[in-house]
């Protein structure tokens, strides 16, 4: 069983920085990649950005390449989102999540979620 944490959500003006965290319990953390999804109000959820499991390879959506960075320390069973220059639209609860098999942008892949966290850009 894994427990999933999200943390570093908030209020941030257009331009701005977040970083958020996403601390995983359980031993089995290094093993697996990790993504992270946004939901946005009326919207269904996205993928955002994933990284694999030794962090060799890193995978983002064309809306935030270039501005988010997914990172991840195994050693503190944690994975990170850099959020630089947000825009209002990207307004979101925010979701790590853990993928057992699969394609990284196909929710069905993920066998862990967290309980997100909101992240919030004003104009």
């Known amino acids: 069983q894994v427990q999933l944490v999200e943390s570093g959500g908030g209020l941030v003006q257009a331009g701005g920085s977040l970083r958020l965290s996403c601390a995983a319990s359980g031993r089995t953390f290094s093993r697996y990649p990790m993504s992270w999804f946004r939901q946005a109000p009326g919207k269904e959820r996205e993928f955002v950005a994933s990284i694999s499991s030794s962090s060799s390879s890193t995978y983002y959506s064309d809306s935030v390449r270039g501005r988010f960075t997914i990172s991840r320390d195994n050693a503190k069973n944690t994975v990170y989102l850099q959020m630089n220059s947000l825009k209002p639209e990207e307004t979101a609860i925010y979701y790590c999540?853990?993928?057992?098999?699969?394609?990284?942008?196909?929710?069905?892949?993920?066998?862990?979620w967290g309980q997100g966290t909101q992240v919030t850009v004003s104009s």
């Open positions: 999540a853990l993928r057992g098999g699969g394609a990284y942008d196909d929710q069905r892949s993920y066998a862990y």
